[in-house]
């Protein structure tokens, strides 16, 4: 039980950041060779939103009083 824990963790921690990384790499090669598309896009808006939920969080300011 507490490997099938640890594991969980080490996917999360490691393997789904990786392929986010992998994933905007890709959308970076395709784009500077065949231009801008909607594939390219949607790629690289996965992999932000990926990122965005599994890895690194934003700061995120308690009080909103200088925007």
């Known amino acids: 039980m507490l490997f099938n824990l640890l594991r969980r963790y ?25 231009g801008p598309s909607r594939g390219t896009k949607l790629l690289r808006e996965g992999a932000d939103f990926v990122q965005g939920r599994f890895g690194r969080q934003k700061k995120r300011r308690r009080f909103a009083f200088g925007r």
Do not use: D, M, N
């Open 10 to 34: 080490a996917v999360v921690a490691v393997a789904v950041p990786l392929a986010a990384a992998g994933v905007r790499k890709l959308s970076q090669v395709v784009e500077a060779r065949r």
